[in-house]
């Protein structure tokens, strides 16, 4: 019996692309400049596998995201020929992720799951975070788990365990939500259940995963349609 | 400027004293079990601070309040001559600390307080025994901070840092809230601000401290006063 769903938040829950692209613009446009503002999100998202690696092989010590955000950030500032940026415009900046947008489904499908199962997110990013999404969008959380409560990040294997019990489950009582196969491998060979959310659109139309690569428990084309499955189940 | 108050639970938010008698006799009761309820709740409320204090000094590892809740019951049990209290009904028992009733002026205190402040408990608690008590009572949180967050309990430095960063504020920008002297004291060592809530009857008339016997930021009878002296000041 399932009792806790756990979901990935970047990519599944909320469009970082577009959103990442609007802030950078908002902030940047009024100084002058003008970039490929989509090609800036995508090369700024394009550092956040490197840099938790860091963390995973156990190089640095653990940093929470928005720590690792804003590293990234100085070297994609650099790249795009925007050393100029200052400190105080880059924290603003930083922030961006905390301002993101919902796919559609995702607030009538969280109000709709929230009545049979604990919620939470079990992101990568950290608590801070999570919680101004949550205050912006209306996602009601039971709890924030994920990489700061565990202290290293997705796919290791330590993440989803917390996660599951935080809530008091085995493994095989959580199921985690994702829109991105490996994540759902890793919390399968945890012992979790797991979810595929098609965002096929991810990072542009046609980037993203339209079917998982991997057994996963339930596949569905957003949060309804994945409460009508398991309300069906 | 204060931008996250953090919330002693037991005592300060909920009256655990009269919830774990009820739900003791509820349990217990109808297997012929009749001994003073108060008294119970009071005798397993008494193993709290011993049991914690085996964590603090490192004798054992970090271990969730509801580990720690079951096995000072096993003692309590032992003690109120029913060891022949089955498993089972102990582990139902465990979880009266999840079903616990607040103090009549949190609600509407912390839907006034939640305008303004980023709002998390900060409890020896454990994240699910806190998830329990906002399901049931509609507390609002924005995350779950506290021992299991920081893996200590208070009143260590540690766990009120670690709830302060989690809302990524400097010690003096967040509020510990509680009904406890102890609590605040630590709590101010820390850096952080303080706000004590009289709590005279916690543990029956009068066994409460009905003001602060340690210098306090603010002090209030409840939460919709101390929305009311936060607005003001």
Redesign the interface.
Same mark, same amino acid.
């Given at each position: 019996m399932i009792r806790a769903l756990l979901f990935d938040v970047f990519g599944t829950l909320v469009d970082w692309r577009s959103g990442i692209a609007r802030e950078a613009r908002t902030i940047l446009e009024p100084s002058g400049i003008a970039i490929d503002w989509s090609a800036f999100a995508d090369a700024w998202r394009g550092e956040y596998q490197p840099s938790m690696e860091e963390v995973r092989a156990g190089r640095i010590p653990f940093s929470k995201l %928005?720590v690792l955000h804003r590293r990234n950030l100085d070297r994609v500032l650099e790249r795009f020929g925007l050393a100029r940026v200052d400190a105080a415009t880059r924290a603003e900046l930083n922030l961006a992720w905390h301002r993101l947008d919902p796919w559609p489904d995702v607030v009538p499908g969280l109000h709709k799951l929230r009545e049979r199962f604990?919620l939470a997110p079990c992101s990568n990013g950290? /608590?801070?975070l999570? @919680?101004d999404l949550?205050?912006r969008n209306d996602f009601?959380w %039971? @709890? /924030?788990?994920g990489a700061?409560?565990a202290r290293d990040y997705k796919p290791k294997p330590s993440v989803y365990l917390a996660a599951a019990a @935080?809530? %008091?489950c085995a493994p095989g009582e959580a199921m985690m939500v994702a829109a991105h196969s490996g994540d759902l491998a890793a919390a399968a060979a945890a012992g979790l259940r797991t979810a595929f959310i098609a965002r096929p659109d991810e990072a542009g139309p046609g980037t993203g995963e339209r079917k998982a690569s991997v057994p996963v428990d339930v596949s569905a084309n957003g949060l309804v349609e994945l409460a009508q499955r398991l309300e069906a189940a």
């Open positions: %928005d604990r950290n /608590i801070s999570m @919680a949550a205050r009601r %039971d @709890a /924030i788990v700061e409560l @935080a809530f %008091d």
